[in-house]
């Protein structure tokens, strides 16, 4: 079993006993179902053995029976697990089902009204209108979100979810809504976490399917008990890693006060730029590789983010297959750089932003953490605090150079900055 749990609680045993015994019915007349990530199970299964109906059945039976529908989500409660303090269950029925308005002209169906014509009903990033976006929208199941405030590998916190909802992520076209009100904001949060845990959810289960002999399922009668304890473990592995995220958020250190564009002088962030910049240029922060000698995104352009990775299989005859799977229109698209001229980041353009987008890497793309200064091992190449900050200043200062504005102005349009802002 892959999965490691400190959970054992009779109570969960108890609910998810009776779930699965619903489940493996199937859901009567609940005609819309979450669809299972065929990209993931295309991948996972044997080339000679390929899953069985009755396999792939038996596992969307399972997660709706857990999971419940797009009309009807729930997570089943328990206060070991810890299910509902990452989703509140009327928040969660708020944002899903149908768009409709109570008599009270509250709305009702908040995924459905915002999101799912880019996201997809089940969260795959593959809704209606998605086909036509660069890039495309996020595929919520794997459990992956780019800008946030913890390292990669670990999920974001809830204020990270907030504040990409709020502010939309500037040069997409994810929009922001912060004209929502508070409880809708959080209803969509609690909506997109439960969207990730159950996709994750599916993810390791087929990963368990992929181990088990030729056409056994997941739980049946004869497996009924065995099978509690592996969906139990597979939920408990993927909450406790959501429910750590607050733990992990990295806390910036402090800037010093001649880095500091509220406190230097013009020369001292001069200095700090000028310093920033050798870093860009240098092997350590080796930001020129991908970014490009002059920062215009045109280092490295062969690379693809973690979704559309998943789509090129070492078999290239399988790609056109996994595509269309994943709805997706040929060809697959690459993985660009930011151009750093254009004064546009995703992730805000604070310099907190960017210290996390640094320090943490960018989760899903080919942006890595960069390497710091170890304590215990001084022999070790890596930034101290002061040389982050100092690259950050070299970062917001690119917009205002001269080489970054437009050939058509004069010289005298252009405004010299010693202070980004």
């Known amino acids: 079993m892959k999965f490691k749990t400190e959970t054992n609680n009779s109570c969960f045993r108890f609910g998810l006993c009776l779930a699965l015994a619903v489940g493996m019915l199937g859901c009567g007349n609940e005609t819309l179902r979450f669809h299972l990530d065929m990209v993931w199970i295309r991948s996972n299964e044997d080339p000679e053995v390929a899953f069985q109906p009755e396999q792939l059945q038996n596992l969307s039976n399972v997660l709706g ?22 989703v509140n269950r009327d928040l969660l029925q708020l944002a899903a089902g149908p768009v409709w308005n109570d008599p009270q002209g509250k709305s009702h169906g908040l995924y459905r009204k915002h999101c799912a014509h880019c996201h997809g009903v089940s969260g795959d990033g593959a809704g209606s209108t998605a086909a036509y976006l660069n890039p495309y929208p996020r595929d919520y199941r794997r459990g992956i979100f ?30 922001s809504f912060v004209l929502l009100p508070d409880d809708e904001i959080a209803a969509l949060v609690d909506y997109v976490k439960f969207l990730s845990i159950r996709g994750e959810v599916e993810r390791n289960l087929v990963l368990e399917l992929s181990d088990l002999e030729e056409g056994e399922l997941l739980v049946s009668d004869e497996t009924l008990e065995d099978g509690k304890e592996l969906i139990q473990d597979a939920v408990s592995f993927v909450v406790n890693r959501w429910s750590r995220a607050e733990s992990k958020v990295a806390i910036p250190a ?13 020369e001292e962030m001069e200095r700090s730029i000028t310093r920033g910049y050798h870093l860009f ?38 790609h056109a297959e996994l595509m269309s799977l994943a709805q997706r229109p040929q060809p697959a698209r690459n993985l660009r750089p930011r151009n750093l001229r254009l004064g546009i980041y995703r992730g805000g353009r604070r310099p907190l932003d960017i210290y996390w987008r640094l320090i943490n890497g960018i989760d899903g793309a080919k942006m890595p953490q960069v390497p710091m200064v170890d304590p215990n091992d001084p022999g070790k190449p890596g930034m101290s605090d002061s040389d982050l900050w100092d690259l950050i200043n070299y970062v917001r200062s ?16 252009h405004v010299q900055l010693t202070k980004p802002l």
């Open 398 to 413: 690119l917009p205002y150079e001269t080489l970054s504005r437009p050939a058509y102005q004069s010289q005298t349009d």
């Open 146 to 175: 780019k800008f946030k405030s913890t390292p990669k590998g670990e999920k974001p916190t809830n204020s990270d979810l907030e504040k990409t909802l709020l502010e939309g992520i500037p040069g997409t076209s994810m929009p």
């Open 65 to 86: 029976a857990v999971f419940g529908t797009p009309n009807k989500p729930h997570v089943l409660q328990d206060s070991d697990i810890g299910v509902e303090k990452l």
């Open 281 to 318: 240029h240098g092997v350590i922060a080796n930001c020129f590789t991908c970014h490009g000698e002059t920062a215009l995104g045109d280092g490295q352009l062969d690379l693809f983010d973690d979704w559309t990775e998943e789509l090129q299989p070492k078999d290239p005859e399988r």
């Open 254 to 266: 402090a800037c010093p006060s001649s880095a500091d564009p509220r406190t230097a002088t013009g």
